[in-house]
């Protein structure tokens, strides 16, 4: 499965970004899927995912209530809807799949969020 994450950019304070995850060469909502982000000088951490099967998701507590992930089957994509951000969400956000011993990650997307 390769994953091709985009939707990244400079946005304001207070402003939205929606991040896409399209898969290719698998079905993607076989997978759990899941964004995760890494700030400059930090280490990567989770955001939100969403399983295969059932679809439940979870988040961060930094972003619940803020960011929203959804599977859009029909195009083979999950998507990170990200509302009110904050500098601090500033980060290179990746996209991952994994299946048992399965485990595929995209090239990041870069956000900044800076006034």
């Known amino acids: 499965v390769q994953l091709q994450a985009s939707g990244g950019g400079l946005v304001q304070p207070g402003g939205s970004l929606r991040l896409s995850c399209a898969a290719s060469?698998?079905?993607?909502?076989?997978?759990?899927v899941a964004w995760f982000r890494q700030a400059p000088g930090k280490e990567r951490q989770g955001v939100s995912c969403?399983?295969?099967?059932?679809?439940?998701?979870f988040y961060a507590d930094s972003v619940k209530g803020r960011f929203t992930i959804s599977r859009d089957k029909s195009k083979n994509t999950v998507y990170l809807q990200m509302n009110s951000l904050k500098p601090e969400d500033t980060a290179v956000y990746f996209c991952?799949?994994?299946?048992?011993?399965?485990?595929?990650w995209g090239q990041g997307t870069k956000v900044t969020v800076s006034s």
């Open positions: 969403i399983r295969d099967g059932d679809g439940k998701t």
């Open positions: 060469g698998g079905t993607l909502a076989d997978y759990a």
């Open positions: 991952n799949a994994q299946r048992g011993f399965r485990d595929y």
